[in-house]
């Protein structure tokens, strides 16, 4: 049962969490420190895991399996532009709650489970996956902020990790490997992702005090339509698109990209938010909420897939 093994690596990565959270409250860590952290993890760390999922051969089961990531995470971010916006005609949700529903933590929490539980050798499919939100994220999401300004191309082709995708791609179309000291450099670095991630929101949730939970109620409205709402159609799309059947490994590649449609808020959103002078705060405790149910929702939302699929494939 993959759920148990989901569970105590979730559970690792937040003890790790707590503990950093706990290193602020004791003053032993500054809140500015998480701007630090946040570019090692942007400029250094990410892209490494990026491109280091590349370094394998290319086989006609791989090209499959990266086409079927592409796919999911079109399908799965258009679904939930969907309802952020029939949201935003009900509910009246504002720019931070529509990018907070739509836009997941695709990567930096994902990538560290996903070779916990599979391997390494599947973080390929996390790639795909965070190639497609981070074209949605750069021209979609961008527009949810700034109304007046058109898409930034330069913008998008030189974030970092849409370079280390398009280097990390060419590699593996052109079947150039690193060599062995350079191969090891970037393995390292890429098994920081997941407790460097987790010290990130460590220090947001060790500078925050519950009453900035409370002050806010609509935090609770943001997490039903991110972690329950838009999660539980994730998965029913992932168990009756009757994709996973079409390929062997399917159901591994369809869990995979669902793991990412069913995680915590991307922080992405809070930096935005930042840019373009939107309730930065707001998103801050959006990210933080989602990051914490995450314990929770994940698994219970993995686990409703591989029954499903067991009854009904």
Not at 128 to 140: L, Q, S
Not at 243 to 249: A, D, T, Y
């Amino acid at each position: 049962m993959i759920v148990i093994p989901l569970v105590q690596k979730i559970a690792e990565l937040f003890i790790i969490l707590f503990v950093t959270a706990a290193l602020v409250r004791f003053n032993v860590l500054k809140p500015e420190d998480g701007k630090i952290f946040s570019k090692l993890s942007l400029y250094f760390v990410t892209p490494c895991v990026v491109f280091n999922s590349f370094q394998k051969e290319l086989t006609p089961e791989l090209f499959r399996g990266l086409a079927v990531t592409f796919l999911l995470a079109f399908l799965f971010e258009a679904v939930f532009m969907l309802i952020a916006r029939i949201w935003q005609k009900i509910g009246k949700a504002n720019e931070v709650e529509r990018a907070s529903v739509i836009f997941t933590n695709a990567g930096n929490l994902i990538i560290p489970i996903v070779v916990y539980i599979l391997g390494s050798e599947w973080t390929i499919y996390c790639s795909g996956y965070i190639f497609a939100f981070n074209v949605i994220f750069w021209t979609y999401g961008i527009r949810l902020f700034d109304r007046e300004g058109g898409i930034n191309l330069k913008k998008l082709l030189l974030n970092p990790n849409i370079l280390a995708m398009i280097c990390g791609m060419l590699t593996l179309l052109l079947r150039i490997r690193l060599p062995g000291p350079l191969a090891m450099a970037f393995s390292d670095v890429a098994s920081m992702i997941g407790p460097l991630s987790m010290m990130i929101t460590g220090i947001i949730v060790g500078s925050m005090s519950p009453g900035d939970f409370l002050h806010n109620s609509r935090i609770l409205q943001v997490l039903f339509m991110r972690m329950i709402l838009c999660s539980g159609i994730a998965v029913l799309i992932a168990v009756f698109s009757g994709i996973q059947r079409m390929f062997p490994n399917g159901h591994e590649i369809v869990m995979i990209s669902l793991m990412a449609a069913v995680a915590p808020t991307a922080a992405n959103v809070n930096q935005v938010a930042i840019l373009y002078n939107h309730d930065a705060k707001y998103a801050s405790l959006i990210s933080v909420a989602t990051t914490l149910s995450c314990i929770v929702t994940i698994p219970f939302w993995i686990y409703v897939y591989e029954l499903l699929s067991g009854i009904f494939l």
